[in-house]
């Protein structure tokens, strides 16, 4: 293997990390990361002073112009467009686990979907790479007061959502393994007392499978996870496991993964789940489940 590989295979996790971010979808991801290659491959590398700068710049230049393409794909998209979830391997020390939390977990990603595209690298290589304005400007290619301004924006932007509450990490696990017990049980009132009045309920079947674009109330949800149980019985199992590095349920029927359910809590209920059930976004997840 030559130098050049090696020194690619090196920061590939990096750069694998960017496009991930800022497109919120594994094969376009790998598509961004291949093509980054092919540019590395063919550059004259003699000429390059810092591999990894120049591979980080080349990496968020292909993911913003592919990201701009794909929100007109998305703006046709049917339903409400959630990020791919993906399993992945916890991070070892508690920063990192804190770290990786934050930054890919599926409800950090949709987030980020209502940002322009150099808005979301200008975000996120400023507040998740902690990279220097001189070097998002030069990435960019922008005056650095431009990328103050991209950040500012951003950061007034992701403010009007919903507050994303530091919650410690177990405390989601213990709510979701009762509220995936509960569910198991059948029981209602259970599943109700774990949930906030005004819970919400966003799903994304792309078109592909029923799903609800929008569902809020507890109860509402209560009843509907309360129904899926009734319906399907013993062919309906949950598990909680980590995706996106954050604790998260999949549900099973007849031993297929229907859905990965992404859940936010306020520290004492569950106040949202995001439900991504399109089968092409499930896809991977489930061949890793059945590979492990």
């Given amino acids: 293997m030559t130098d050049s590989v090696l020194l690619f295979n090196r920061h590939r996790p990096r750069l694998y ?10 094969a376009e991801a790998e598509d961004v990361v291949q093509d980054a290659w092919l540019r ?20 968020t230049r292909l993911s913003i112009d592919r990201l701009r393409a794909a929100k007109a794909e998305r703006a046709n998209y049917v339903g409400v467009w959630l990020p791919e979830p993906m399993l992945m391997a916890a991070p070892s020390t508690p920063e ?19 940002l322009s595209p ?31 301004q991209l950040v500012r924006r951003a950061k007034q932007q992701l403010r009007q959502g919903t507050p994303r509450e530091a919650v410690p990490r177990a405390t989601l696990q ?16 259970g599943l109700h007392a774990l949930l906030s009045d005004d819970a919400e309920l966003i799903g ?8 609800f674009a929008s569902l809020v109330g507890g109860k509402r949800l209560a009843q509907l996870f309360y129904a899926g149980k009734r319906r399907f019985r013993d062919a309906l199992d949950v598990q909680v496991v980590q995706v996106n590095g954050q604790w998260t349920l999949l549900r099973f029927i007849d031993g297929s993964l ?19 059930r399109n089968p092409d976004k499930l896809a991977r997840i489930a061949a890793a489940l059945v590979q492990g």
């Fill in 40 to 59: 590395w491959h063919d550059t004259d590398r003699g000429a390059i002073e810092n591999a990894e700068a120049w591979l980080v710049t080349v990496t």
């Fill in 258 to 276: 229907e859905s990965v359910q992404s859940y936010e809590t306020d520290g004492q209920r569950l106040t949202r789940v995001l439900v991504q």
């Fill in 204 to 211: 994304d079947g792309g078109g592909k499978v029923t799903s």
């Fill in 17 to 26: 990390g960017i496009a991930y971010r800022m497109l919120g979808a594994v």
């Fill in 174 to 189: 213990r709510l979701l393994v009762t509220f995936a017990d509960a569910m198991q049980r059948s029981d209602f009132h």
């Fill in 96 to 114: 990192q686990i804190r770290e990786f939390a934050d930054d890919v977990s599926v409800a950090f990603l949709f987030m980020l979907e209502r």
């Fill in 118 to 148: 150099d808005a979301r690298a200008a975000f996120l290589m400023r507040e998740v790479f902690d990279a220097d304005y001189d070097d998002i400007a030069l990435t960019l290619d922008k005056t650095q007061a431009a990328c103050r």
